[in-house]
């Protein structure tokens, strides 16, 4: 069996005080004894020939007695939308598994969860009763192997579209593996219902929320290094140098491409607002299969030796047909996807001038404010999701250059007014 092992956070002095029911009465007791003792992550080490590394990342299941009843299949579903499956194939790209999950697999966590939290209550008893830790551990990788894997080994060709596009290492930012606000929302709840109510007192409070937030933060480091380590460090590099941190959709364009890897990397480097877009818009070309006539049509009216060597190297992976979130951002418009191929033609060619002139056809506004970007590069936009920066160039792009945002708070402040308050049919 592959190595395996499940995450927990660590223990700290304030645990005794959270579950003490004379101190914080019985509930507010049960949920800190569930956000002490609950496993944060499962990771499997080499799980087969095609991957390096396999990870479940869990939310906290405050309701567990409740989950394995099977009258509350919807209360599982809705914790299985908090789940990040993250798979690291040989090749060393990122995957995010979690629309392969089904009931079955849910029920099988749930089950295991059930298992590992009777066996931590065994060894923290009075009396240690003998427990077997890996029959857990065999339950769970053996719906993983049999379910996911399986699947998986069988359906290469789809696994493109399962390629990570959002998501960062980087604990504490926007779209971060780790998003704690999914992972233990009960037990905060909990928290400052106590406050409220009188049963815990202000520094006592404190005292959680910094025990919290320590290890927590040591839990994201372990898991993060994990990763980190199955990843391929000349692309890390490639990021770091380009200043867009580790996005893992950025860090995927730069890996499935490393013929052109240089020429995306220098893209980031000098467009660092537009990593979100550009790993949303140009990844999942990389796994799209056209026919001959659509990619003529695309590629109209001349091609280069590059578009012509890229049609001859076979056809892709198919990408979802189906996709509502790229529906809802329009990028699944045709029109949007023509932009999205000239744009990987100009970027994947070393062609700065075209790539500057396709990202103002994509968006609708003027080459110059796409170039003043491009030469100025400011930190405080951030990297917004592709929908927001659109907002945030039409904003740009009908002031004068004089009135453009010059402080971290005036960039703030326009990116905040770029929300649209309604959505257009």
């Not at 290469?156 to 959002?166: F, K, P, Q, S, V």
Request: net charge negative.
């Amino acid at each position: 069996m592959p190595a395996c092992e499940a995450l927990h956070v660590d223990r700290h002095a304030i645990d005794t005080e959270l579950r003490d029911v004379g101190t914080v009465g019985p509930e507010f007791a049960r949920l800190a004894d569930v956000y002490c003792n609950s496993p944060r992550a499962v990771v499997f080490r080499e799980p087969s020939t095609e991957w390096r590394l396999f990870m479940v990342l869990l939310p906290l299941t405050s309701r567990l007695s409740l989950m394995t009843n099977p009258i509350f299949t919807q209360l599982v579903r809705a914790w299985g939308l908090n789940l990040r499956v993250i798979g690291v194939d040989r090749d060393s790209l990122v995957y995010d598994f979690r629309s392969l999950l089904n009931d079955h697999m849910l029920s099988t966590l749930i089950e295991w969860l059930v298992q590992e939290d009777r066996r931590e209550h065994r060894q923290s008893g009075a009396r240690r009763a003998p427990a077997d830790p890996d029959s857990a551990l065999d339950l769970l990788f053996s719906v993983l192997a049999d379910d996911m894997l399986t699947v998986l080994e069988k359906r290469r060709d789809d696994w493109g579209r399962h390629l990570d596009e959002r998501h960062r290492l980087e604990p504490g930012v926007p779209e971060s593996l780790f998003d704690r606000s999914s992972r233990y929302p009960d037990f905060m709840h909990a928290c400052r219902q106590a406050l409220r109510d009188g049963a815990i007192d202000v520094p006592f409070y404190g005292r959680i929320l910094r025990s919290i937030d320590e290890r927590e933060h040591l839990f994201e480091q372990r898991a993060g290094r994990i990763i980190f380590d199955a990843l391929r460090e000349e692309t890390l590099d490639r990021l770091s140098r380009a200043g867009v941190g580790h996005h893992l959709g950025c860090y995927n364009w730069l890996r499935i491409g490393p013929r052109h890897a240089g020429q995306r990397a220098h893209i980031l480097e000098r467009l660092p607002s537009f990593a979100a877009c550009l790993s949303e818009t140009l990844l999942p070309i990389e796994t799209l299969r056209l026919e001959q006539q659509d990619v003529e049509d695309l590629y109209a009216p001349t091609g280069t030796a590059i578009e012509h060597a890229e049609r001859e190297s076979g056809p892709r992976p198919q990408a979802p047909a189906f996709d509502l979130a790229a529906i809802a951002s329009g990028a699944a418009r045709m029109d949007n996807l023509a932009h999205a191929h000239r744009l990987k033609q100009a970027v994947d060619a070393g062609q700065d001038r075209a790539v500057i002139h396709a990202l103002a056809a994509r968006f609708g506004v003027s080459e110059n404010t796409i170039r003043l970007l491009w030469h100025d590069r400011p930190e405080a936009l951030g990297q917004p999701p592709t929908w927001h920066l659109a907002e945030i160039l039409l904003r740009l792009d009908a002031l004068p250059r004089r009135e453009w945002p010059d402080t971290p708070a005036a960039w703030e402040q326009l990116a905040a007014s770029a929300v649209p308050t309604t959505v257009s049919g």
